[in-house]
Nanobody, 121 residues
Framework: QVQLVESGGGLAQPGGSLRLSCAAS????????MSWARQAPGKGLEWVSG????????YYADSVKGRFTISRDNAKNTLYLQMNSLKPEDTALYYC??????????????WGQGTQVTVSS
């Protein structure tokens, strides 16, 4: 019943920007923390960012801190990831994930199918 649908991925040049979105349904979105994670072929799954249910606290992996911004619009049941100053190493399949509680930014129970981000000149 829980559905998470990512969008906004595509091709960007190094130094460019992309904004990812995740449309959520099937649960009370405003009651749960949400996160983004990514996976590049041969590199394993990497946690990227998390946000508390009310948007009051955000967390970032060192690899993206200062370049990416996570946010949410609880009225629209949508999670966002603004990605600036993109690097080739940001190339990956990006997933949004539902936390298991209001502050569970590293504990997940549902994932989306992912959206591909490719950074290349």
């Amino acid at each position: 019943q829980v559905q998470l649908v990512e969008s906004g991925g595509g091709l960007a040049q190094p130094g460019g920007s992309l904004r990812l979105s995740c449309a959520a349904s099937g649960f009370t979105f405003s009651s749960y923390a949400m996160s983004w994670a990514r996976q590049a072929p041969g590199k394993g799954l990497e946690w990227v960012s998390g946000i508390y249910s009310d948007g009051s606290d955000t967390y970032y992996a060192d690899s993206v801190k200062g370049r990416f911004t996570i946010s949410r619009d609880n009225a629209k049941n949508t999670l966002y990831l603004q990605m600036n100053s993109l690097k080739p190493e940001d190339t990956a399949l990006y997933y949004c994930a539902k936390g298991s509680g209001a502050t569970r930014t590293h504990e997940y129970d549902y994932w989306g199918q992912g959206t591909q981000v490719t950074v290349s000149s």
